[in-house]
């Protein structure tokens, strides 16, 4: 067994720190319950900017926050930093890489990971954008890929290099072509003065009839008109069906020449083994109003990886940051409604919005209501919304001094390049190795 402290107290076990699980620990900390949060990551990854980590416009840590410094003011409370790997619903336990625990509740809250719909080629060569590591991996790979365009002598080698290809036109695909854009027109041309941007193209693929499928239609073009400002190429009805890591072959027959090819083209939920398979629907957990899992009492599921159906929501909630937010608020209500031996009440989504940016002084914003707005009002909603919800003071503080600083001297700061450590010694014996 995991060594935490013996309690009166019911233990509640949280399975992940994102939005859903550090909302539910906060929200809990008055009440006569021992909470154990387990994430196999020692901080909260504010996962709407990481794309501006992997375009080189903010540092890591300014979207990362630790778990324990964040829940420090919490009664109660223990973190342990390790991957839940199954759940033994008969026995009210789960196993962990570092031992089992057992609960009187359980609330999984572990998220969504990257969905390549069974395409073997895409998983090996594409770059993913869900974590602080693969945002830093994109980063330094895009740089890596300039800094070889400089001294090939090869034209195909060189365009092949600087090209960069996006496949999905959801808000991180839009988002992170946006960023590309800007890089390409005020930025890379300064570092790298030997290239010829014009050979450079960012493609951005679609396989619906537009971007931005779940945002308005307004809001829609608006997008597509800002991304062809930026260059930015886009192909929509199209899909790319196979990637050996150079070229991409797309639904249209055409082939891509590329050595950048990012995967934003959706995830799937990312649940712990041991779930009965009748609380499962399409890669989520089945949970009823309560947000408690169908099948068990005394388990329950929240943001992402809960699929929660009703009247107004028939195939689910959207994966999003609010509702994960909203669901981990709503269930500490319940939990205290629980304690009490009260009535618990049923969760509903409050809709806010949503939104997206295409680059400097442009983003689409569509408020309840069917109203929306476009460029320099939306940019001004959208960064506000954005830094007010960062978690952490001095994260606020820091994104805000980096966006200033980018916004009036035309420059990103973070263009470096950064890869696991690998002693010269041993890059010579693993050349003489394939010698
Ligand atoms: C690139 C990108 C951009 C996005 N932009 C927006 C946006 O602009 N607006 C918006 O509303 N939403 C956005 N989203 C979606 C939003 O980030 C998610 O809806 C939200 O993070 C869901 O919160 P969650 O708490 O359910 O899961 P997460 O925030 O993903 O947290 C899950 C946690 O569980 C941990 N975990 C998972 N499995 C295990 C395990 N087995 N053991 C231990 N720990 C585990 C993970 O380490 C993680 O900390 C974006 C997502 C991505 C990837």
């Known amino acids: ?6 309690t009166d107290y019911p233990r509640v076990i949280i399975i992940g720190g994102g939005f859903a699980g550090v909302k539910l620990v ?32 903010l540092e890591p840590d300014s979207i990362a926050d630790p778990l324990r410094k964040q829940l420090e003011p919490v009664r109660n409370f223990f973190f342990r930093m390790a991957e839940v790997y199954s759940i033994d619903g008969d026995n009210n336990r789960i196993i962990t890489e570092i031992g089992e625990l057992d609960y009187s509740y359980l609330v999984i809250a572990t998220g969504s990971r990257t969905n390549y719909f069974g395409n073997e080629s895409i998983m ?9 590591p693969q945002a830093l991996d994109l980063r330094s790979h895009i740089l890596q890929n300039f800094e070889a365009a400089t001294i090939t002598e090869d034209l195909m080698e060189k365009k092949s290099r600087m090209n960069i290809v996006i496949v999905g036109g959801g808000p991180t695909g839009v988002e992170v072509a946006g960023a590309l854009g800007e890089l390409k ?7 790298y003065p030997e290239l010829d941007f014009e050979k450079m193209s960012i493609i951005l693929l679609e396989g619906s009839p537009r971007l931005l499928g779940g945002m308005s239609d307004v809001s829609s073009q608006r997008a597509l008109k800002y991304l062809k400002k930026f260059h930015v190429e886009v192909y929509v009805n199209t899909l790319v069906e196979d990637y050996d890591g150079h070229s991409a072959r797309l639904s249209n027959g055409e082939r891509i ?6 995967w934003a083209a959706g995830v799937k939920g990312n649940y712990p083994e041991g ?3 009748e609380s499962l629907e399409r890669d989520r957990i089945l949970v009823d109003e309560y947000s408690r899992v169908k099948g068990y009492d005394n388990v329950f599921a929240i943001g992402d990886i809960a699929l929660m159906k009703n009247a107004d929501h028939r195939n689910g909630h959207p994966m999003l940051a609010p509702v994960a937010i909203q669901q981990g608020n709503h269930l500490a209500k319940n939990f205290r409604r629980l304690i009490k031996g009260q009535e618990l009440k049923p969760f509903t989504y409050l809709d806010k919005g949503s939104m997206a940016t295409v680059g400097r002084n442009k983003a689409v914003v569509d408020l309840p209501g069917n109203a929306s707005l476009g460029g320099f009002p939306a940019w001004m909603i959208w960064m506000f919304i954005h830094l007010i919800s960062i978690i952490g003071f001095r ?33 010579k014996k693993e050349l003489e190795a394939t010698a």
């Open 185 to 191: 027109k005020s930025i890379l041309p300064k570092d």
């Open 257 to 262: 020449n590329t050595h950048t090819l990012i």
């Open 395 to 427: 994260n606020k503080l820091v994104v805000f001094l980096n966006w200033v600083w980018n916004y009036f001297t035309y420059d990103k700061g973070t263009r470096l390049i950064i890869r696991k450590f690998i002693p010269k010694r041993l890059k």
């Open 275 to 277: 779930i009965i398979p």
């Open 26 to 57: 906060k929200k809990l900390k008055d009440l006569p319950v021992q909470i154990v949060l387990f994430d196999r990551n020692n901080y909260h990854t504010f996962q709407p900017l990481l794309y501006q980590v992997a375009t080189a416009g």
């Open 124 to 132: 090996q060569h594409a770059f993913p954008l869900k974590q602080i």
């Open 1 to 6: 067994m995991i060594p935490i402290p013996k």
